[in-house]
């Protein structure tokens, strides 16, 4: 059974950091492209940032760039997102999905919440 369980996140002050965990089962990790997607309350889903699957590959939206870092750890077969200079306009529910070259987001991790309020 494919499972994707993110943790982290919560309340953070403008200006703060915090970093989301992925812990993934069921499926191949270290073949597997993943990626950050998040939605803000009342707005469509954002795609925030991806890794290859080697983790030679990163990117990010124009909107984290610069203040997000995404980042794998193979022997967990954990997808990670440090999330630094954190605004109010980052709030939102984080999703962790992954997949392979067919079928990039076959597999979506049940949302983490990250609300960033003083």
């Known amino acids: 059974e494919v499972q994707l369980v993110g943790s982290g996140g919560g309340l953070v002050q403008p200006g703060g950091s915090t970093r989301l965990a992925c812990a993934t089962t069921g499926f191949s990790f270290r073949r597997a492209d993943m990626y950050w997607v998040r939605q803000a309350p009342g707005k469509g889903p954002e795609w925030v940032s991806g890794?290859?699957?080697?983790?030679?590959?990163?990117n990010y939206a124009d909107t984290v760039k610069g203040r997000f870092n995404i980042s794998t750890d193979n022997a967990k077969n954990t997808l990670y997102l440090q999330m630094n200079s954190l605004k109010p306009e980052d709030t939102a529910v984080f999703y962790c999905?992954?997949?392979?070259?067919?079928?990039?987001?076959?597999?979506w991790g049940q949302g983490t919440q990250v609300t960033v309020s003083s």
């Open positions: 999905a992954g997949g392979d070259y067919a079928t990039p987001y076959a597999y």
């Open positions: 890794i290859s699957s080697g983790g030679e590959i990163t």
